[in-house]
C-alpha cells in the first residue's frame, strides 16, 4: 500500500509577506527554510487560493511550461481548461507523486487540497483515493490557470474520480470554482447493491430516506425510468420542464428532511464553498426551485433503493449515480447563463 502524501506537523505561520514564503520554496535542497527545521508547508492555515499563489511562485520556467496557463486557455482535447470537469481525466501530464515537483510543493499541493475538503472528510477521501489510484498524488495531476493576484486564478486538482477547483471567486457567479466531480470504486468497477465500503453512499442513503417518507402520488412524480448522460450537468435554466417532483410539492417534514440531505451533500467540502453553493441556491429560489428525481434504471439489485438520482434546479445540478460504481457530479452558479465543459 502506497503512503498517501500528508502534511508534516507545522507550527502557526510566522509573520511575513506571501512573496518571502515563496521564496523559501524556490530554495534549492538543502538551504535554509525561513521556517527553521519545519517545513515551508507551515502555511496550513491559510487559504487554498493563497497555498497556490505559493505553488505557482515556487515553479521553474520549466515546470511553469507544464502545468500554468493563461485564464481563457483553451486545451486541444478539453477545450476551456477552467471549466473542464470529467470523471477521469489529467488536465497536465506530470504526476504529482512524481519526481516533477518537489517535496516541499508536493506538500503544499497536499495542503491545498486538505484546506478545500472538510477536516472530517480527510480520511474518507484518501480511502477513496488509495482505492482508486494508489494513494492522494498518484496519477494526479494539477493546472494553475491565470495569475495570483490578478483577479483571474485558480487551481484544479484532477485525476481518477476527482476533479476539484478554487478560485478565489475569480470565476464569477459559480460555486466551488466551476464543475466538481467526486466518485468511489470501493469494489473494483461493480459494487453490491448496499455499496459496503463506498465512503460516499451514505448520500445516497439520506436521499433515499426522503423518498422513503413519501406517499404513493409522489413517488409516482419522483420517479423517473430511464437516466440521463451522466454528465449531461449543463443548467437548463427556467422555464424547462425538469424530471421528479418539485421540492414545492413535498410536506413540511419532507422539505425539512430534504434541507438536512443538501447539508450531507455539502458537508465534505470547507465551509466557504458551502456557504457560496447556499448562496447561489438561494439566488435561483433555493430547494423550491428545484426538483428531486430518482432513477429506476441503475438500480443495482432490483431492490428499490435507488442508487440513482438528481436534485435539480435552474443553475442546480447534484447528480449522483451509484451504478456499478459512485460517480458524482455537481455544477453550482447563481445564473443558469454559465457554460459548461462536461
Not at 486538505?114 to 492522494?136: S, Y
Not at 498524488?137 to 490557470?145: D, R, V, Y
Not at 447493491?193 to 430516506?209: C, D, E, L, R
Amino acid at each position: 500500500m502506497r503512503t498517501p502524501i500528508r502534511s508534516l506537523p507545522r507550527r502557526d505561520f510566522l509573520a511575513g509577506s506571501a512573496a518571502t514564503a515563496a521564496a523559501a520554496l524556490s530554495l534549492p535542497a538543502g538551504s535554509a527554510r525561513l521556517f527553521g527545521d519545519e517545513p515551508a508547508t507551515a502555511v496550513a492555515h491559510q487559504s487554498s487560493e493563497t497555498l497556490a499563489g505559493l505553488l505557482h511562485a515556487s515553479l521553474s520556467p520549466q515546470q511553469r511550461e507544464k502545468v500554468c496557463f493563461r485564464w481563457d486557455h483553451v486545451h486541444p482535447k478539453f477545450g476551456l481548461l477552467r471549466t473542464r470537469v470529467a470523471n477521469n481525466w489529467n488536465a497536465t501530464e506530470p504526476d504529482v507523486a512524481g519526481s516533477f515537483f518537489t517535496g516541499e510543493q508536493k506538500r503544499l499541493i497536499r495542503d491545498i487540497f486538505e484546506q478545500l475538503i472538510a477536516p472530517a472528510w480527510h480520511a474518507r477521501f484518501d480511502k477513496q483515493l488509495e482505492d482508486d489510484t494508489g494513494g492522494f498524488g498518484h496519477g494526479q495531476s494539477i493546472a494553475l490557470i491565470g495569475e495570483p493576484g490578478s483577479g483571474r486564478f485558480q487551481f484544479l486538482l484532477t485525476g481518477r474520480h476527482m476533479t476539484l477547483r478554487c478560485d478565489g471567486d475569480s470565476a464569477e457567479h459559480v460555486a466551488f470554482g466551476g464543475p466538481i466531480f467526486y466518485g468511489h470504486d470501493a469494489a473494483g468497477d461493480t459494487e453490491e447493491p448496499n455499496h459496503p465500503g463506498n465512503v460516499f453512499w451514505s448520500q445516497a442513503v439520506a436521499a433515499n430516506g426522503v423518498f422513503g417518507m413519501l406517499d404513493g402520488r409522489q413517488r409516482s412524480q419522483a420517479l423517473v425510468n430511464t437516466l440521463p448522460r451522466e454528465n449531461a450537468v449543463a443548467f437548463r435554466g427556467r422555464g424547462t420542464t425538469l424530471p421528479g417532483i418539485a421540492v414545492t410539492d413535498l410536506s413540511a417534514d419532507q422539505r425539512t428532511e430534504m434541507d438536512r440531505v443538501l447539508g450531507l451533500l455539502l458537508e465534505p467540502f470547507r465551509a466557504a464553498d458551502r456557504a457560496e453553493a447556499r448562496k447561489c441556491l438561494d439566488t435561483q429560489g433555493g430547494l423550491d426551485a428545484c426538483r428531486l428525481a430518482f432513477y429506476r434504471q441503475g438500480d443495482l439489485g432490483n431492490d428499490g433503493v435507488w442508487d440513482c438520482w438528481r436534485l435539480e434546479g435552474p443553475s442546480f445540478v447534484w447528480h449522483f449515480r451509484g451504478a456499478p460504481h459512485v460517480h458524482v457530479w455537481v455544477n453550482i452558479a447563481d445564473t443558469p447563463d454559465i457554460a459548461t465543459n462536461a
